[in-house]
């Protein structure tokens, strides 16, 4: 199955992406620190657009009150970095349905 990745610079543009190909993302990964909206404002937002979407969220401080909310709930699996492509990989594909 061909998988199809969408870009985004920050988290507000990361929404727009989502708004737009709602149907064909199911996996998005956040860091908890972005420029213009962090992982952590665009998580609620996230779920008003998809709230059945995975997310995989970075965060370099596992130990961030933001990373530890957010760790908690259902949809999100949070991966400390650094972690490398294997780790990321199969990350993404442990949530696959």
């Known amino acids: 199955q061909e998988m199809q990745i969408f870009s985004a610079q920050n988290g507000k543009e ?3 992406l ?8 199911d996996t998005v990964l956040l860091d908890i620190s972005m420029p ?3 992982g952590y404002e665009a998580y609620p937002e996230i779920l ?6 995975n997310i995989i969220i970075f965060s370099g401080n596992i130990n961030d009150k933001r990373a530890q909310d957010l760790k908690n ?3 999100i699996t949070l991966l ?3 972690f490398t ?3 990321l990989i199969s990350t993404i ?5």
Not at 18 to 25: G, P, S, T, Y
Not at 48 to 53: L, Q, S
Not at 93 to 97: A, E, M, P, R, T
């Open 36 to 38: 213009v909206m962090s």
């Open 93 to 97: 594909l442990s949530q696959k349905k």
């Open 18 to 25: 989502l708004r737009d190909n709602v149907k064909a993302i």
């Open 80 to 82: 400390q970095k650094p």
């Open 48 to 53: 008003k657009i998809n709230p059945d979407v």
């Open 85 to 87: 492509h294997k780790q």
């Open 14 to 16: 990361g929404l727009q």
């Open 73 to 75: 709930q259902d949809n």
